[in-house]
T-cell receptor
Framework: DAGVIQSPRHEVTEMGQEVTLRCKPI?????LFWYRQTMMRGLELLIY????????DSGMPEDRFSAKMPNASFSTLKIQPSEPRDSAVYFC???????????????????FGPGTRLTVL | AQTVTQSQPEMSVQEAETVTLSCTYD???????LFWYKQPPSRQMILVIR??????QNATENRFSVNFQKAAKSFSLKISDSQLGDTAMYFC??????????FGAGTRLTVKP
């Protein structure tokens, strides 16, 4: 498997523009996570999905941020309008939460994509 | 709310030596999971090691081992025989069963030749 794929790897845009970040999770994984990493706030969970359904979006900073997962192999994180303080590295991660048989299940870790470095001027 | 504290912003170690990175966390949960992730300059987040809170035995992965002290809510990472490729940011992470993962601020480790 190619791992979690994110695009673009780098994005530079001007304040007020719409930005769309894309993620393809590992095939078969049923959880997908969006994180934001900044020097000031470290790694923050923005939102996560289970079986394409948003479970917890309490980390989404503002209404300018929205995320969708139309199918099991694709998710987007959109910022509209973008602001300079949105500049950060955005990570997508996926996991298959449990593996193994009932009674002997193992919690699987989250696999991270390479991240998208967003710069809003 | 769960918090994860890494009190060492930066550390350095000589190649082939041993280094220990500290992590403490705060939770009222009894069942949870702890992780150490490595982020090299490439920015890729890589899982180093994980520990289930219900297991008393400390996890070990080759040169990496943890000292898990549940009562003290401490989860330190020991890297033995440090290699230049171990140079990276190391993040301690806490996760409940609901997949809500919280990361510490990270420790920047430099391995010197």
């Amino acid at each position: 498997d190619a791992g979690v794929i994110q695009s673009p790897r780098h994005e530079v845009t001007e304040m007020g523009q719409e930005v769309t970040l894309r993620c393809k999770p590992i095939s078969g994984h049923d959880y997908l996570f969006w994180y934001r990493q900044t020097m000031m706030r470290g790694l923050e969970l923005l939102i996560y999905f289970n079986n394409n359904v948003p479970i917890d979006d309490s980390g989404m900073p503002e209404d300018r941020f929205s995320a969708k997962m139309p199918n099991a192999s694709f998710s987007t994180l959109k910022i509209q309008p973008s602001e300079p303080r949105d500049s950060a590295v955005y990570f997508c991660a996926s996991s298959l939460k449990w593996s193994g048989q009932a009674g002997a299940q193992v919690l699987n870790e989250q696999f991270f994509g390479p991240g998208t470095r967003l710069t809003v001027l | 709310a769960q918090t994860v504290t890494q009190s060492q912003p930066e550390m350095s170690v000589q190649e082939a030596e041993t280094v220990t990175l500290s992590c403490t966390y705060d939770t009222s949960e009894n069942n949870y999971y702890l992780f150490w992730y490595k982020q090299p300059p490439s920015r890729q987040m890589i899982l180093v090691i994980r520990q289930e809170a219900y297991k008393q035995q400390n996890a070990t992965e080759n040169r990496f081992s943890v000292n898990f002290q549940k009562a003290a809510k401490s989860f330190s990472l020991k890297i033995s025989d440090s290699q230049l490729g171990d140079t990276a940011m190391y993040f301690c992470a806490f996760m409940k069963g609901n997949n809500d993962m919280r990361f510490g601020a990270g420790t920047r480790l430099t391995v010197k030749p």
